[in-house]
């Protein structure tokens, strides 16, 4: 048995060594970097389509709007559901713009404590939650969220409803462009979700369900701020 282990083993390490030795990691990284920097890079126009195609793709909800209309928009939206209770962070300009626009059987609450302390609260009693996400990728409708102070992961994954504010400005058009664009390599964040669509799984008989493992809902409030860089 050993015997035969041995032979194994020694074929293995036969092959290996003969076997072309792999490019180094500079090397690939120039090759990744020319693939990219040969591809025409998109119109802003093109991308901010090409986000909204792909949310809905999804299964995400699409609020487009001007940067001066977005609250009452949303606002108006809100007033027709039975959302009573939004999670977001209080302080912030987006969700204050928001406040002002809300009706008042809708409340904003802010998350201003450990989530020990009111745990059973936020998973029963809060309707959704409202972040400012970092930015997008358009070629396939991901929104790239920072966890920070002011904007916790818990409220993009913990709410029934994930409410998303993005700006057109934000968006790149693959992955490579956002690492690239906002400086990964040289300052990672230390926590980023990466969000496609609301929460889903077909773990269970393949049978797709939303809301398994986060929201099963997501709207994002995509904000058209390019002017005139959309001609």
Same mark, same amino acid.
């Given at each position: 048995?050993? &015997? ?13 060594? *003969? ?9 690939? @990284?120039?090759? /990744?970097?020319?693939?990219? $920097? ?22 995400? +909800? ?5 940067? &001066?209309?977005?609250?009452? !928009?949303?606002? !108006? ?18 969700? $204050? ?11 904003? =609450? ?5 989530? +020990? ?6 998973? +029963? *009693?809060? @309707? &959704? ?7 997008? /990728? ?8 920072a966890a &920070? ?8 994954l913990v ?20 690492? $690239?664009?906002?400086?990964?390599? !040289?300052?990672?964040?230390s926590n ?29 409030? =995509?904000?058209? @701020? ?6």
């Amino acid at each position: 048995m050993s &015997a035969a282990r041995e032979l194994i083993l020694q074929r293995l390490r036969t092959a290996a060594q *003969q076997s072309a030795p792999a490019a180094p990691v500079a090397q690939l @990284d120039v090759r /990744i970097q020319q693939h990219f $920097q040969a591809k025409k890079r998109p119109a802003a126009a093109y991308l901010l389509s090409e986000m909204k195609k792909q949310l809905e793709l999804l299964h995400a +909800e699409v609020l487009c709007c001007k940067d &001066a209309d977005w609250p009452a !928009q949303l606002a !108006q939206k809100l007033s027709d559901t039975t959302i009573r209770r939004i999670l977001t962070h209080t302080a912030h300009p987006a969700s $204050q713009a928001l406040q002002a626009c809300l009706p008042k059987q809708i409340a904003l =609450l802010n998350f201003d404590q450990p989530i +020990e302390h009111w745990k059973q609260a936020l998973f +029963e *009693q809060v @309707d &959704a939650g409202f972040t400012v996400v970092r930015s997008a /990728i358009a070629s396939t409708g991901t929104l790239i969220v920072a966890a &920070a102070p002011d904007m916790p992961r818990t409220m993009s994954l913990v709410p029934p409803l994930h409410i998303a504010l993005l700006y057109a400005s934000q968006l790149h058009a693959d992955l490579y462009t956002a690492c $690239q664009a906002e400086g990964w390599a !040289q300052g990672m964040p230390s926590n980023l979700v990466m969000i496609s669509g609301p929460s889903k799984t077909s773990d269970i008989q393949q049978t797709l369900a939303y809301g398994a493992h986060g929201p099963r809902a997501l709207w994002v409030v =995509l904000i058209d @701020d390019l002017g005139d860089k959309l001609a």
